[in-house]
């Protein structure tokens, strides 16, 4: 297994530094800089955390629990925010805990393995793009927040996609394999919404009473991730109904098929009456029945039977039934 790793951006208006370092206490070097991120690869090193920064148990606790909902702790110097963020992976969808730090000009990230969705606010403080150097720590913790909401809208599209191909599909030949997979979607649906939903209560105590942490300039954007995480609820929301609907037009179309199946079974049942009736009477063998000494009696009871029937499909044909 990898070891953890510790990354360091460090910059200010004018310079950038960015140093992958063994040590976390190394990180110190960087504090004459206005903004220092510390991503941390893994959830590791929690006690030189705690010792550095003076981070509370119960944050500390919060990050090693498992199944710990979204929350967000104001204390006395610094903030903590704890969440999810969401990746695709073979049949389905994994969450994994992103734990975030403000404390001063200090902004720590860890995460429970390599990769995360980060990688445009890396390049653009490498490049100098956007205002992150201009800015403070706070706003690059808005920027966090924003990208791992951000990601759960690709994963939505992808969603939708699925289901307008889903729809196609029952409308042309519906099958027990497409109610699986749609039963699929609707569990992928449920787990983002489980997922993101505890975030609408985060950014609205962060927006109500974080915004000592957040510089004056910084301040106005917690309500734009309010918004975000309205919107993407709102599609989720649509794409839940949608999912819902997906079921009913399978169970519709599933049962005008076998409405056209009986419909076929009818027919043929209906067109069987009159032919079962005159093989029922000249197969009673009296003795006295004038047609079973006559030459042509067999065919000639066939020719009815062929033109009762070709008669009755044919009317059936012209009211529409068939």
Known sequence: MEAPRITVFAYSEGKFEERRIKALKEALEFKSYSVVWINIDGIAYLDELKELFDFHDSSIKAILRSKSRARMSLLEDYLFLLLHQLYE????????????????????????????????????????????????????????????IENYVPILEKISSQMEEVESRILKNGDKEILHRIHGIRRRILFIRRTIFPLLEVFRKLQLEGGRFFDEDTRGYLEELHSHVMEVLDIIESQRDMANGLVEIYYSTLSMRINDIMRILTVVSTIFIPLTFITGVYGMNFRHMPELGWRYGYPAALFVMLMIAFGMLYYFKRKGWI
Not at 103 to 129: H, M, Y
């Open 89 to 148: 992976i073979k049949g389905g969808l994994k969450k994994e805990r992103i734990a975030i730090f403000l404390k001063g000009n200090f902004v720590i990230t860890l995460q429970e393995r390599p990769g995360d969705v980060f990688n445009s606010i890396r390049e653009a403080i490498r490049k100098g793009e956007g205002l992150f150097r201009e800015k403070g720590a706070s706003y690059l913790v808005f920027a966090l927040l924003d990208a791992i």
